[in-house]
């Protein structure tokens, strides 16, 4: 899976490198070295102009972690942080968002956990990992989006009645990844942008064709802090080596 991801470039980093041509200028998100599930992440999109029907692509904040419209609370995307890609295209929560509603959701890498077994001189943990490409090129994962109306909200047009949240479509891992965790999220090659963006593009056989392994599979995988263990610590520091001594707490 990926539960943690870090995620520091700026909308003027963003906006170029994706092609974007609108941006919602009154959201703001602060860089994140320890981007959690049900955190606010920056977004590519595609969506038809009210006025124009033309399409125009966007970047905004999206909640990570999908809720299906059909769902009773908000609560459930907690729970649905990421998709797999073998069942993507079928399963009732994600096959409507995937024909329709992709997006691209830009990291700088992501995390993964390592059991290590006790020793006579320390206690068995976990030791997180940063995976991300070699270049140090931003990676674009590949997600889906979904609008979600919140029943205790009695108007439509009250804009805290809507959440659009998002899913990271994962895969087998392979490479230096597979050696720390089983799963890892997919990626969109630059080339595949458009394809994968547009809305009116629907053939499921077609769109996982455009899935990939982030960066061709060229990842550096290194240990870090065991810091980033908890969520409610941030900042640089939690790419840090991890000391000698770590896994003896």
């Given at each position: ?23 919602h ?34 970047l905004?904040?999206l ?5 299906p ?102 895969t ?52 870090v ?13 939690l ?11």
């Amino acid at each position: 899976m990926c539960g943690r991801y870090v995620s520091t470039r700026t909308p003027q980093d963003l906006a170029p490198l994706f092609q974007v041509t609108a941006r919602h200028p009154e959201q703001v998100l602060a860089p994140s070295w320890n981007v959690a599930p049900t955190d606010d992440v920056w977004a590519v999109l595609e969506r038809a102009d009210h006025e124009s029907g033309e399409l125009v692509r966007q970047l905004r904040p999206l909640r990570w972690g999908l809720v299906p419209s059909w769902a009773k609370s908000l609560g459930v995307g907690a729970k649905m942080i990421n998709a797999r890609v073998e069942t993507v295209h079928e399963k009732p929560a994600y096959r409507r968002a995937f024909a329709k509603r992709r997006c691209l959701l830009p990291a700088d890498g992501f995390y993964e956990w390592q059991a290590v077994p006790a020793t006579d001189s320390a206690k068995a943990h976990k030791q997180p990992y940063f995976i991300s490409p070699e270049d140090g090129a931003v990676m674009a994962m590949a997600g889906l989006y979904e609008f979600w109306r919140d029943p205790e909200i009695a108007e439509d047009d009250d804009p805290a009645a809507w959440w659009m949240t998002c899913t990271i479509i994962t895969t087998e891992a392979t490479d230096l990844a597979g050696r720390i965790h089983p799963r890892m999220p997919l990626a969109i090659a630059q080339a595949d942008h458009d394809a994968w963006l547009d809305p009116t593009h629907q053939d499921p056989d077609e769109l996982r064709a455009l899935l990939a392994t982030p960066a061709d599979g060229h990842l550096d995988t290194r240990a870090v802090s065991t810091a980033v263990n908890s969520v409610r610590n941030n900042g640089a520091h939690l790419l840090d080596a991890p000391p000698a001594d770590s896994g003896s707490g």
